[in-house]
């Protein structure tokens, strides 16, 4: 004979008695799992992080109380985010949140094409075949598009205003990243449209990184150009003090380049993006399909001016850049 503990005996004969069978067989509803897969570190992304369960907790989940969380990170090694991926599976997760880059989408939905993944991605979903369509991905996938990569040559406008010619240009890029081509081939025309020499420089490491700076002097390069490539978020603070000690303009996607030193940055808000996809994330919890749900685009894009930095450059950003500035650190 079948042995029931008391408790559940009890229980079971409460239902009963209460004229309720179907409670008698009920169970208590499991916890929904999310999986969270990012390019990025734990420690590096604290801030995206806490932006994301804001958004989730718009839609009522809170990590712990009704809602678990499974979180991968590859530490900007692209290559692990495959078998990072399959671990989610594995592990049964209702929803996949793929952050840190379209790296990330593109794992996920390599493994899956059931389980529900919400993207943030630097570059056009669409191009980079993560959705078939923004209104309707018709798929398991929706997310957010910080059309990063797309504002590059606008970045390189920037730039030219503030740092005019002859000081060549270099644009450093990861080699090898879903983004590079089309925003290499953006940028090499942005250049050719203003008349300004440019150079690009592939770095998919610390040390290439500082190998290309160390180069700069000798090839004339007097301002830079940071590529949307999450790589390069990871060595932001890397990027900021190599560009003071060279006394190197440059400008960037992310607010926080221009509030660590770097001279300026424009771009959308990356903890808007990531506070949106917890809410998307939520959504899809709730019962909603990620075929349903249009990928989000920014509505702002802002311009912040480090003048503080501009100064130690020996800069004048002129006053044009300034009144159009969303934000201006002295």
Not at 105 to 121: H, N, Y
Not at 296 to 303: A, F, G, K, N, S
């Amino acid at each position: 004979m079948l042995a029931i503990r008391r408790r559940d005996f009890l229980w079971v004969l409460a239902a009963i008695l209460a004229g309720r069978p179907d409670k008698a067989r009920a169970q208590p509803a499991e916890m929904p799992t999310i999986g969270f897969l990012s390019t990025r570190s734990r420690d590096e992304s604290k801030e995206l992080t806490a932006a994301f369960l804001a958004g989730l907790k718009t839609e009522g989940f809170a990590e712990g109380n009704n809602v678990a969380i499974k979180y991968r990170w590859a530490e900007f090694a692209y290559d692990r985010l495959p078998s990072l991926a399959s671990e989610l599976i594995e592990e049964r997760v209702s929803v996949i949140a793929a952050v840190g880059g379209i790296h990330s989408g593109l794992a996920a939905k390599q493994v899956t094409s059931e389980i529900p993944i919400v993207f943030v991605s630097a570059g056009d979903p669409v191009a980079l075949n993560l959705v078939s369509s923004l209104n309707r991905p018709n798929e398991n996938v929706t997310g957010i598009s910080m059309m990063t990569g797309a504002l590059a040559p606008k970045r390189l406008e920037l730039l030219n205003e503030v740092v005019p010619a002859p000081a060549r240009v270099a644009f450093l890029a990861k080699p090898r990243s879903p983004y590079f081509q089309q925003e290499r081939d953006d940028v090499v025309a942005a250049a050719t449209k203003l008349r300004r020499a440019l150079s690009v420089f592939p770095a998919a490491s610390t040390s290439e990184i500082e190998a290309s700076f160390d180069s700069f002097s000798g090839r004339g390069i007097g301002a830079l150009l940071v590529s949307g490539d999450p790589f390069f978020d990871g060595e932001r603070n890397r990027l900021v003090s190599l560009a003071a000690r060279y006394s190197l303009p440059a400008i960037y996607k992310w607010r926080k380049f221009a509030t660590i030193g770097g001279l300026m940055s424009y771009g959308t808000s990356i903890l808007d993006a990531y506070t949106q996809a917890g809410a998307y994330v939520g959504k899809i919890l709730h019962g909603a399909k990620a075929a349903d749900l249009p990928v989000l685009q920014p509505t702002r894009i802002e311009t912040v001016i480090n003048l503080k930095a501009a100064a130690a450059l020996g800069l004048t950003v002129p006053a044009l850049i300034l009144t159009r500035a969303d934000e201006i650190i002295e």
